[in-house]
């Protein structure tokens, strides 16, 4: 056996008797974690729209299903995510040079995200994550693909605080 393959085989052996899961997404799963459950994300923001609930949830679950090797199940997992959204505004981030006209807006979202590891108790957390993204022109026309990508942003991060401890 040449030496990097040993040095390497040394490694993989190391890691795997360290009772967690490593992954390539840089997350390491609690040893024995199996299932997860993501809860629906009710949308107690003052302002409501009408599908973020819907689309922040699944976004939420496809995270989780997509980064790690972790199954689905409708209540009582392993790892549990539950919350609700609450914030979503838009706000002017930078205005007209000469005149007090919006050059660029921002949309806004807050989730407050309580996680409970069933497995390894002391990752459990509750806190909000806010994300935003600025935008010109109007909202109506650019609001699903600004969700889209904040929700993204959101969901990584909340995969990264809950596998990864950032």
């Given at each position: 056996?040449?030496?990097?393959?040993?040095i390497l085989?040394?490694?993989?052996?190391?890691?795997?008797?360290?009772?967690?899961?490593?992954?390539f997404?840089?997350?390491?799963?609690?040893?024995?974690?199996?299932t997860y459950t993501v809860e629906f994300f009710e949308n107690t923001a003052p302002i409501v729209n009408p599908t973020l609930?819907?689309?922040?949830?699944?976004?939420l679950k496809e995270r989780v299903r997509n980064q790690s090797s972790l199954s689905q199940v409708d209540?009582?997992?392993d790892a549990i995510f539950e919350g609700r959204i609450t914030g979503y505004s838009i706000a002017p981030a930078a205005v007209e040079a000469g005149t007090d006209r919006a050059a660029l807006n921002r949309l806004?979202?807050?989730?407050?995200?309580?996680?409970?590891?069933?497995?390894?108790?002391?990752?459990?957390f509750e806190q909000p994550f806010t994300r935003f993204k600025d935008f010109?022109?109007?909202?109506?026309?650019?609001?699903?693909?600004?969700?889209?990508?904040?929700n993204q942003m959101l969901t990584e991060d909340i995969f990264n605080r809950?596998?990864?401890n950032w």
């Open positions: 056996m040449k030496r990097i393959d040993y085989l040394l490694l993989m052996m190391a890691v795997q008797s360290c009772g967690v899961k490593y992954g997404t840089g997350g390491s799963i609690p040893e024995g974690t199996k609930s819907q689309t922040f949830t699944e976004a209540a009582n997992g806004s979202i807050t989730v407050n995200v309580k996680y409970t590891n069933n497995i390894k108790p002391e990752d459990n010109s022109g109007n909202v109506p026309a650019q609001e699903d693909a600004l969700i889209r990508d904040i809950a596998f990864a």
